[in-house]
């Protein structure tokens, strides 16, 4: 397969994860090679994390997406006209295909850059301009082409997440949380677009024409968002059972569809209810599926430059893709079996005879093989005179805790199997 | 575009789903049109939820593999070995794209499969082998392609995670649950395949391979199954604070890819740990994405059918998918602008002054606009003599509160401005 050589306009936080992903392409599992032809951005020499003295250098976005030695334009500016969406325009029209990252434009202008990248036979992909890591565009237009949506629902924006999240934890107000998320980088220095539901409202807008093959129209949308949020409006849905989340919704209505964001009060049990902090959550429901639920990381250099790196890799289309996805270019690896060697907390149940002595000699056993005992917790004897006793160990390897299993079984004082589970954390 | 005639091998839940699907594909999304140039089962004469007879019938799977009419074989016959690797064998050698559900012949022949697929320049399809309705197959292999995967994760076998749950729920025996899940059908009548662990075992198996760039080797992976937990272990893990479930992962470690099923204890804030019932999660961690999760219905006739037509949906080669997926046969929809019309319950927040009759006030106004109060909160005024309230009310119209509102913001016994904020219920 050819390998593509990128153009990427716009060096933020996005275009220089992008760099540091084409530069470390040898541990992602594109079907060929991708190299960059070129990079613009507004200003050559601001510090950035990575260094790209050593690509071209173009003076403008759109001379970059014209120039003949670019396969795929990169559109990482940012804003809905301006430069962006004359660059855009530019390689469209010079039959390059499109990735962008740039939520706005295409909410604004989607129809005719679609309308556009037709014309000229080329594709126009978006991935990263909704939700950054969470893949959810491409997911919904193919992999999910065979369901009826009904509904397109989610958590789109993690700067109005995080602020509603760190309220209700720390007790503060909004504004002071605002002041802290800016400083921290989690907020805009102008919060506006995010905390108006704008940023939401784009990204609905363009899972909407998606989900419902509707001609996107982005002034119909009904935008609401967090500013006006008290404290008390979220420590009061909790005492009642809810919580309070700035959602995004487009819906399919004898009207047409209606998109609409503003703060939804939640049933606890609500699964978008549990996505907290920044992460951005997408529901899809329709039939005959029911509804999935697709969660991530919705922001970040780093996730929303993996984004734009899936899309390019749809534009091999010399070579079809292997069943598993593998090339020969790949490093491929061999299963193994599973070793004892791994280290993790473990939860260990057994039932103690009513002899005296049992608790200690279970302590013995597993002091032994050099288990310690984080927490344990034993009820009364049941009717059978056995004592179920539940313990959770420290981190201990599988091999130390098969040993003391196996030391367990030999105790008189112990009755029945002992059952050994690994704990798995929240990471 | 040209349509595609498909070869429907296999009439189960999953057959007769995706005949329902075809017959009612223009309310899908597809980019052409899907027709069925014939079928196949065991027997052709059960009973059946379609109605099968206005369609060829083959007497074999491998007749209707090789038939030069048939554009794509669609593989719903199940078991590793026999008729249903026979005919995909078949297919493929006769130039034919093949698209399966079949979790046992491609964890156990994935590979094999995979490269005559490629020798005779065909597509193998997958996705709804794995998990079914959860789109997790095409979006590891070609979205999250810009990752370097880690590690992946899940919950993978409804039927496991159903007992499990459901054990927990209602304080039963494994036994005595399992029986009754037999009789819902939500167990087949041997679970052998499910309880064992070896159904989420095939499926991590192949998540992993196209994870990792693995070669698939079935005969590595480690299984185990929920087959010997006692109710005991899960009770006494929740007053730990964990959860226990059936949990199948992939890692890649210095030795390769290691894969095993088991249970585990998660803590009760592990994104796993909330996946109740028959549903089906996957997580997939890697740089630089951080994490994702995808949950979805595991099974069913209609999600998998669903997963089937998608894997379809991506063999219209002649031509591209525009931007959105919009097709000319397609109902292309338009945007409207939200109604207030929708009925929902609502939260209201108000703060009272300190004069008395102030919640008489309140409640009266409300009646009139024929809200009803379902919960109330108020608590004791605050330093600045107001007290707050939260109110839940009874399902209402948007117009009915605004107008509430409104009468609210006239009450002299009303401080500020009222927080109005609907109400989402789980479902």
């Known amino acids: 397969m050819k390998p593509l050589r990128l153009g990427i306009a716009g060096l933020g936080h996005v275009g220089c994860g992008l760099v540091e992903l084409v530069e470390a392409q040898a541990r992602l599992r594109l079907p060929a090679q991708v190299s960059i032809r070129g990079v613009t951005a507004r200003s050559r020499n601001r510090n950035r994390s ?14 970059l997406a014209a120039d003949p030695d670019v396969d795929v334009f990169v559109e990482l500016i940012g804003g809905s006209d301006g430069p962006a969406k ?27 850059l679609a309308r556009l990248a037709d014309e000229n036979g080329v594709d126009l992909l978006f991935e990263a301009a909704v939700a950054g890591g969470v893949p959810i565009v491409r997911t919904l237009r193919d992999s999910l082409s065979g369901i009826e949506v009904r509904r397109v629902s989610g958590i789109l924006n993690g700067t109005c997440n995080f602020l509603t999240s760190e309220m209700l934890a720390t007790g503060r107000s909004y504004a002071d949380v605002l002041a802290e998320a800016q400083k921290l980088g989690f907020a ?47 420590t009061f849905a909790e005492r009642l059972g809810y919580t309070v989340k700035l959602i995004a919704e487009g819906v399919l209505t004898d009207d047409g569809v209606v998109c609409r964001v503003e703060p ?11 996505i907290h902090g920044s992460l951005n959550s997408v529901r899809v429901e329709g039939e005959p599926l029911g509804a999935i639920v ?39 690896r061999e299963f193994a079996v599973a070793a004892d060697t791994e280290s993790a907390p473990w939860f260990l149940r057994v039932r103690l005879a009513d002899v005296s002595g049992a608790l200690a000699s279970l302590s013995d056993a597993l002091a032994k093989e050099g288990v310690s005992i984080d927490k344990l917790l034993q009820d009364s004897a049941h009717e059978d005179g056995t004592a179920p006793v539940a313990i959770v160990t420290h981190q201990c390897g599988r091999a130390n805790m098969a040993r003391a299993v196996n030391q367990l079984n030999q105790l008189s004082s112990i009755a029945g199997k ?8 929240d990471h």
Do not use: C
């Open 418 to 425: 002992p059952r050994l589970i690994r704990i798995e954390m």
């Open 188 to 234: 805009e220095a102008d919060p506006t677009l995010d905390v108006s539901g704008t940023d939401a409202a784009h990204k609905i807008a363009i899972l909407s024409a998606i989900a419902f093959s509707a001609n996107l129209d982005f002034s119909k949308v009904s935008i609401g968002g967090v500013e006006d949020l008290d404290l008390l409006d979220l």
């Open 50 to 63: 990575v260094d790209v003295s050593g690509y071209d250098w173009f003076d403008s976005a759109e001379a």
């Open 86 to 112: 004359l660059a855009v325009e530019a390689a469209l029209r010079a039959g390059k295909p499109v990735v962008t990252a740039n939520k706005a434009l295409i909410a604004e202008h989607g129809m005719a």
């Open 264 to 274: 939804k009060v939640l049933e606890a049990s609500h699964p978008l209810a549990q």
């Open 294 to 332: 697709v969660s991530g990381p919705g922001a970040g250099g780093g996730p929303t430059a993996s984004a734009v790196m899936g899309d390019v890799s749809k534009l091999f289309r010399t070579g079809r893709r292997t069943a598993f996805g593998h090339a020969e270019h790949h490093l491929i």
